[in-house]
């Protein structure tokens, strides 16, 4: 009898602990997700950028890929900055943010983080893919690595000489790049898995099952998907690809309502991890 009441009296003990554990969990998210509001209401944030958060959705895409205040992000092909905005303060007091462009678009990020020293001053730069020219970011050193609406960009070869796919390199650079047990968020236009293959070479649409492809082959381990950046009135089957939706309105005038009705494009929200070993 006395043996099982100390059994009984040290597994209360241990669920008292664990749920303790778990308590402190939901609190330090719950002031991550406060955090990532703040950073997304900023008033460092245009109107018009604010505007597309109805697509975007930064805030609960970020913490579904558990973004930390003291990570070290690279954000892969930032371009204007619109997700840096946010990242930047969000990060830096205690992490880092790294914005990773192309060579050739090196100068368009650095004039966006020139437009507000004080906010934009601790962000690193870095050259992505490394194998087209610039400094790439040293292997091992993010905890976090973030691409959006980027993948099919390199299935179609932007910025290659030859225009050739260098997607599988590009999962290789990023896995490379990442410490042990770092995370990879991929957010991409979605190609439904029953459309034409060829697709993916012209639309800016991919299938979800060609970017889990790419990542695992890479060495990247899937660890769940969000349908944060669904949208069901997008059919992915336009004249001109996904330039056709806002916010490029790639037909001008032609049916322009029509778009905008639909608003900005169907998007996969995926999650993977680099292995601890």
């Known amino acids: ?58 805030v609960e895409t970020l913490s579904f890929f558990g973004v930390k205040p003291t990570d070290t992000v690279v954000e892969i092909w930032p371009m204007g900055g619109w997700y840096s905005e946010i990242l930047a303060p969000y990060l830096a007091a205690k992490g880092k943010l790294i914005g990773a462009q192309p060579l050739r678009a090196a100068d368009r990020y650095a004039k966006f983080l020139a437009t ?9 730069q870095a050259s992505f893919p490394g194998f087209l020219g610039g400094t790439p970011v040293a292997p091992g050193t993010a905890d976090v690595v973030l691409t959006f609406r980027n993948v099919h960009n390199w299935r179609m070869g932007s910025g290659d000489p030859a225009k050739a796919d260098y997607a599988e390199k590009a999962f290789r650079e990023m896995f490379e790049m990442l410490k042990p047990g770092g995370v990879l968020g991929i957010v991409e236009h979605r190609l439904p898995e029953t459309a034409d293959a060829a697709r993916e070479q012209s639309s800016g649409y991919l299938k979800t099952s060609t970017v889990r492809r790419l990542a695992e082959a890479a060495g990247f381990r899937f660890a769940g998907a969000s349908e944060a950046n669904a949208n069901p009135k997008d059919t992915a089957d336009y004249p001109k690809g996904v330039w056709t939706l806002p916010p490029s309105f790639a037909e001008g005038d032609t049916d322009r309502a029509r778009y905008a009705a639909i608003g900005e ?5 995926l999650k993977f991890v680099k292995p601890a070993k």
Do not use: F
């Open 116 to 124: 507000d020293a004080a906010l934009y001053g601790k962000v690193g």
């Open 1 to 58: 009898m006395r043996a099982k009441i100390i059994a009984a009296l040290l597994a209360a003990v241990a669920l008292g602990g664990a749920g303790a554990t778990m308590a402190g969990a939901a609190a330090k998210a719950g002031v991550e997700r406060k955090a990532l509001e703040q950073a997304a209401a900023g008033a460092h944030r245009s109107a018009a950028n604010r505007a597309r958060d109805q697509y975007r959705h930064p």
């Open 265 to 269: 494009s169907d998007r996969m929200t």
